[in-house]
């Protein structure tokens, strides 16, 4: 297995969990220059923000943006839609606000990780959570140092691989910079024996008093006379209880950022280029998973589930051809039959969830599962040993009973084995909660689905054409900066 693989295995959901932690970030030259005159009046167009008095061009921020899209590609993670670019964009500002402000306060007090540090927390004693976690055997729940000292041996001649890994150690190396941090100041503050003092004696000291209140509502409005001018000298002598905020009326326009002829020739070019691969593929799930922007779901879908574009395709049963390309939902896609079965269109189960983790590796909820099927064989309810041993405590005070639920609602090794398993069958299925002892109950009638397999490529705006048309918006705010020029130009 390639080292890349290997990651992208591993760590797609742990990348989406970290990185709004810290960011992947390249060193980038200043695009900008200081300028005067000119240039400066021109600068400003391109400036994006200003973070502690620093301006932020666009171009800078921009490339980060890029960067960041890059690792969750890299990451085999869902399609960079319009929705998740957004997010992207908005955890790259936070991080650049973190560069200007955080790493400032770590370089004037001298706070720093050498490489001895990291060397440490990725091949010590003691290894880094992110190390523990992209590390641990899933089968027995112990992290497993050879797996680590492999892969870093394969990075050396993976480039795609190296990068990967470098924005891990990245995370490392923040984190840690942020635990001294943290540390330096909490080592600071302390509170002095007086001020325990003091505070205990006002935790302490209690006093009893009397006292007699006259209620506003208890005096009639008609009793008490206000002139205008009373209502006058109030009001001027708490006018600042009074202010608000200024309010604008503006008006403006939008430069949409739209996918260019070339980005859609690109992707075109890139689906049809992926095609023969796809077609040529050993496993195509997995090239799926490391290729597409949509990871394969695994699902058995009925005919009249499956987009129109793709029914006579798979009505021929055909495992051999890949279909396309086509334009859906914007993306370009190739489709490939992966298998064609009968199967029921729902399925009514009950299950006794054991799980496992740290603290019970699979193998160990393995063993209590088996024991548990035998009690069951042996004439033991199936109600009572889920009541008294399932870890899913919804379905567990019913008998581990989850009602019927169609294909594709389950994780899909739980939903795998409902749904391929006869009526009455006991059976077991691993999964990232643990082991499930499940029986079916009852099953719908079964109808033919399909299971396919789909490789996508977005139809995105790419960097070149976000930077020209954040130009063409710079260059209107440039030569219409005037209300009149304004309405002039967009008239």
């Known amino acids: 297995m390639s080292a890349i693989q290997f990651l ?25 220059g200081g300028g005067t005159g000119q240039n400066r009046r021109i600068r400003k167009y391109y400036e994006l923000g200003e973070i502690a008095g620093e301006y932020i061009s666009y171009q800078d921020f921009e490339e ?7 690792i969750y590609k890299l990451s085999g993670m869902a399609t960079i839609d319009e929705s998740a670019y957004e997010s992207i964009r908005e955890q790259v500002w936070q991080q650049m606000v973190r560069e200007k402000i955080q790493d400032n306060q770590y370089k004037n007090l001298g706070i720093g990780v050498s490489s001895e540090e990291v060397d440490e927390l990725v091949l010590g004693n003691n290894p880094h959570p992110i190390v523990m976690q992209l590390f641990t055997d899933q089968s027995t729940g112990v992290f497993n140092r050879s797996f680590l000292v492999n892969f870093l041996k394969q990075i ?3 480039e795609t691989a190296k990068r990967y890994w470098l924005f891990f150690e990245n995370e490392i190396v923040n984190d840690r910079m942020n635990t001294k941090y943290n540390n330096l100041v909490s080592k600071g503050l302390y509170v002095t024996s007086k001020q325990a003092e003091f505070d205990n004696m006002l935790n302490s000291n209690t006093v009893d008093f009397s006292y007699i209140m006259k209620n506003y509502a208890s005096v009639p409005d008609s009793s008490v006379k206000i002139s205008q001018s009373d209502l006058e000298a109030y009001y001027n002598a708490h006018k600042n209880n009074y202010k608000r905020s200024a309010l604008r009326d503006i008006e403006y326009v939008t430069f949409d950022i739209v996918p260019s002829e070339n980005d859609i020739k690109d992707a075109e070019d890139w689906i049809t280029r992926t095609k023969e691969e796809f077609a040529a593929a050993v496993n195509p799930v997995e090239f799926i998973n490391l290729t597409a922007d949509t990871r394969h779901t695994s699902f058995y879908v009925p005919l009249e589930d499956i987009s129109e574009n793709l ?7 055909d495992k051999a051809t890949v279909f396309g390309p086509y334009q859906e939902d914007g993306s370009f896609k190739v489709a490939k039959l992966i298998d064609a079965a009968n199967r029921p269109d729902s399925v009514r189960a009950r299950h006794i969830l054991i799980s496992s983790g740290q603290l019970r590796p699979l193998t160990r909820a393995q063993a209590i599962a088996d024991s548990l099927i035998n009690l069951i064989k042996s004439g033991v309810s199936f109600d009572v040993l889920a009541m008294a041993n399932s870890e899913d405590q919804g379905s567990a005070q019913v008998g581990g009973d989850l009602g019927w639920f169609p294909e594709g609602m389950m994780v899909v090794p ?6 391929t398993a006869k009526k009455g069958d006991l059976t077991t299925a691993e999964t990232i909660y643990g082991v499930h002892i499940i029986e079916v109950l009852e099953k719908s009638k079964d109808v033919r689905k399909y299971d396919i397999g789909i490789v996508d490529r977005a139809i995105t705006a790419s960097s070149t054409t976000n930077q020209k048309i954040y130009s063409e918006a710079s260059q209107f705010a440039g030569n219409n900066n005037t209300y009149e020029q304004f309405n002039n130009s967009i008239a």
């Open 414 to 419: 739980f939903n795998n084995a409902c749904f």
């Open 156 to 158: 050396d001649i993976d």
């Open 311 to 317: 029914r006579d395709f798979v009505k021929s049963e």
């Open 64 to 70: 980060r943006v890029q960067n960041l899209v890059e």
């Open 8 to 32: 992208r295995e591993k760590a797609g959901v742990f990348v989406a969990v970290i990185i709004g932690l810290a960011l992947f970030l390249f060193v980038v030259s200043d695009f900008f």
